[in-house]
């Protein structure tokens, strides 16, 4: 059976962006669980055909270890996987000036970071994972709080529930699938394609970005992302990673790619439908 690699353990948002990829692709993937992203990718092409992670959420930004690992690899972004992310804060404390200790996973604490400020002098213990947090209150009930993903936990099982305590009410993880092939995919199957491409030049001259910026805006091809990278090589050097709408094979894409492989390097890093966005009501 294939294999698809993700952050562990069971119970967090890499699964339900996991078990949202099979579900939507039709695919029969057995998910395996690690404890860090480095191990995660470093698992595709050798036990697992696939991995799951998180690229970018909504408050906090590109992760940065994910970006820098896709421009010096040969992973291949499948697909991408937008997800609702709801904190709840629970307790079985009703007085919360009592709470003495927060347990809460380091990337949640950024989310949540206005909610938890509202705390004063609580300590806060950080986790490297949701379930982690929730298994630390668990097992210190007194006098003790976590922040957990609203789906987690039962609400009859806690004092105090405080829901959607994320800076944001439609906060949302962006995730992506990879792969080391490409996976051949009809490109009539879907009509709203993105790409993701990487530019270097390795003398950084100036007005680069804005020629890479203006074969696309001349062919009407629009951008989504655009973010820097330093190459680890040299101060001033970058790596351009940007999200474009539209396939690789499309006319305008491909001729303002060629165009741009005159005066730089371009590295595809694939094309893949793009997910829908997520949006929750105000009365939902």
Not at 37 to 46: F, S, T
Not at 232 to 257: C, P, R, S
Request: proline share 3%; aromatic share 8%.
């Amino acid at each position: 059976m294939n294999k698809l690699a993700t952050l562990g353990p069971k119970g967090t948002f890499s699964e339900s962006a996991s078990l949202k990829y099979i579900t939507e692709n039709k695919t029969s993937h057995e998910i395996e669980y690690f404890s860090s992203i480095k191990q995660v990718l470093n698992a595709v092409g050798d036990s697992n055909d696939l991995a799951v992670l998180p690229i970018e959420n909504f408050s906090e930004g590109f992760v940065s270890i994910v970006l820098d690992h896709l421009i010096n690899s040969r992973l291949t972004i499948v697909s991408e996987i937008l997800l609702p992310i709801q904190f709840s804060f629970i307790s079985n404390t009703v007085d919360l000036t009592k709470i003495e200790e927060l347990f809460v996973q380091f990337v949640a604490e950024g989310q949540c970071s206005e909610f938890i400020d509202t705390l004063g002098t609580t300590h806060i213990t950080s986790t490297q994972s949701n379930i982690e947090s929730l298994n630390r209150l668990i097992d210190k009930p007194i006098n003790s709080a976590a922040i957990v993903p609203s789906d987690s936990f039962v609400h009859s099982d806690y004092n105090t529930v405080v829901e959607n305590v994320n800076d944001y009410k439609n906060n949302q993880t962006r995730f992506l699938a990879l792969s080391k092939e490409r996976i051949a995919v009809d490109i009539n199957t879907h009509s709203n394609w993105k790409t993701s491409l990487v530019v270097h030049d390795d003398h950084d001259r100036p007005g680069l970005l804005a020629e890479v910026l203006t074969s696309f805006a001349s062919r009407k091809v629009n951008l989504t992302s655009i973010i820097s990278r330093p190459t680890k090589v040299e101060f001033g050097q970058y790596n351009f990673l940007i999200d474009i709408q539209g396939h690789f094979a499309d006319q305008a894409v491909a001729e303002a790619i060629a165009e741009i492989n005159k005066v730089a390097k371009v590295k595809n890093m694939g094309s893949y439908p793009a997910a829908k966005v997520y949006l929750k009501t105000a009365a939902g």
